[in-house]
């Protein structure tokens, strides 16, 4: 709970310095097909989702367990879709300061503590905390993962139709 809470204040806070940036940001974003816009409420929803997990949790809450466990699939999600981005830009980056290989290493690494993460909290004594001891695992999961599909699937049509029209 501390963890999500320190790090959704710190994701908060981030979010500011973006926003004063955003200019400079803008055509560096815009050449690997991501709108600023969408990159700064991409940041408030999981500084909030960060936060209210974390308060969820502390109060274990079963909207706690859920949110906190969302946030996992989503990290997820969204490392597994950097992944894809780094492979498609790979002969991009090869001239940087960092390789593919680096951004390959980095998303990989967060994959794996994320989905480790996710297993704890399905964990029996994790799951009962929550007062979730009914729970059916496979249906969470399943919830969870369509999602998390239908937020990605939904931010890739936002992205391209931003990017076809200028914005």
Known sequence: AALHLVGGGLLFG?????????????????SIGIPPVLLIVGVMFLAILAIASGVGMWLGTKWGWWLASFYYVYSIFRNGSALFTVIAM???LEGGSRGP???LFKHGI????????LLYFFKGNVIEYFGL???????????????????????SVIGL??????T
């Open 14 to 30: 981030v979010q500011f310095l973006m926003f004063a940036n955003l200019e400079a940001m803008e055509e560096s974003l815009r």
């Open 90 to 92: 790979a002969d991009q």
């Open 101 to 103: 290989e680096y951004y």
């Open 110 to 117: 967060r994959i794996v503590v994320h989905f480790l993460l």
């Open 133 to 155: 001891a009914t729970l059916s695992k496979g249906k969470a999961v399943g919830i969870l993962v369509g999602i998390c599909s239908a937020i990605t699937l939904a931010m």
């Open 161 to 166: 139709v931003s990017n076809s029209s200028g």
